[in-house]
């Protein structure tokens, strides 16, 4: 089979420690890709033109894509490998509709309200995208419910502060949660009836594919190599190929081992992640574990988010131990103890691994709550559009439609995001370490005692 999964192929034998330590592994691998293949896009093998030319076809640079192509702008897709091989492909598929933080939103000339207006305007983009242009993506609009083991002065706040915003939250108790999720393990919880969950993968084709039945073109395999100022023009070539465009966008996560701009490659602060899926579960045994089918957060750590996709799978994520990426066995391990502590009825259930995969976020601060895009100015012509950390599901198109919109009408201060400079980060490997040696060691030690 073409499309390998973890234990079918032992995956993590199969690959390098250095693969999985730098979420380099082969996209087939992630447990989002269907066994059907999606559409390969043939390199760029000739010198072309364009209005624009995007590098990079994930979630952030399929919606420029997308939303370019609809305003009739001639817009050219580079993509290194093929559309979300990189972290888009790869995330935990949670749709979270709200901020954790307004604090990096204080540094905008406004003080953040325009992105803060467009982002609660903006908020059911995915599901808006899906229903418009048809996009199969395994998209549920069921809501997301933070669960605790008790009440949290921290979770009434954000609901009373989203509530402001127009939001439907509901604080729930132990006899609601237990009736949403199978458990009684949770008394207190928010449940956000907004957001959801989707198929990053397949939502980040299907913007491609819509991009190019709307008159963009596509090409895969085609990593570029410079980009060249050319009269009032770029040209941005490939080993075989190139597009002389008057505008690039890049959209290239961490944009590591590019070597067209390299100051990119050090504005971030990268945070390594990995993601597992079961094999399909029976009906009988989905009805005791989480039968509203939300999706489940944990309130304070967070270290087993849980989706159930349309193929009966239980999906997670999870940061693993720095030079352990590979060890899949003992993050499987750790997510059915979970489990079976949550969900009893799972303790004696058969429960096996199908897929495990890890992926590079790259974050625009050392703080998860403080981790926003960055829109970044690296030559008159030249932006790049990264940095979206854990929010790029539902950020990434957002800020991609924000920005083709502003493109498209000539008027690139209409974006969202502020315009930047980049500017090198200090010490950015510190924050990796201090997650995956410190903190998330602790919170699991602490879940091992049932102490959070």
Known sequence: MAWKKYVESQGAQALSAASYEAGAMPINYSGWPLEQPATQYAPLTDDITADVVVIGAGLAGSSVALHLAERGIKVVVLEAQQPSAGASGRNAGHIQPYLASFEPLQAHKDGG???TDYFTGNRNIIFDLCSKHGISADVYDNGLIEAAKKPHAELEQKAKLWQ????????????????????DVYNYGLHWREGG?????????????????????????????????????WRVRTATGSVTAAQV??????????????????????LLACGLATRPLPDDLLASINPARVVLSQHPAGLYPLVIDNRNRLITATIPSMGRAQQADQYFAYFLRYLH??????????ISMESYWTGMTANSSHHYDKCYPKLYQVANGVHALMNFGSWGNLLGPMMGMSLAHALA????????????KPQ????????QTKIRRTLIPIARLADRFDLT
Not at 249 to 270: D, M
């Open 113 to 115: 309200r325009k992105f």
């Open 197 to 233: 969950q989707v198929n990053p993968y397949l939502f980040t084709n299907g913007m491609v594919n819509t991009a190019l039945t709307l008159g963009a073109q596509v090409y895969g395999d085609s990593r570029v190599l410079a980009c060249d100022k050319v009269g009032t023009h």
């Open 249 to 270: 966008v890049i959209c290239t996560n961490g944009h590591s081992g590019n070597k067209f701009f390299p100051e990119l490659q050090h504005t971030q602060y990268p």
């Open 164 to 183: 402001s915003h127009g939001y439907a939250i509901d604080i729930l108790g132990a006899d609601s949660l237990k009736h949403m999720l199978g458990t």
């Open 409 to 420: 009408d000539g008027r690139l201060d209409d974006c969202v995001l502020p315009i930047e």
């Open 341 to 350: 502590r949550t969900f009893p009825v799972t303790r004696h259930a058969n």
């Open 424 to 431: 090198a980060v200090r010490f950015p490997g510190l924050f």
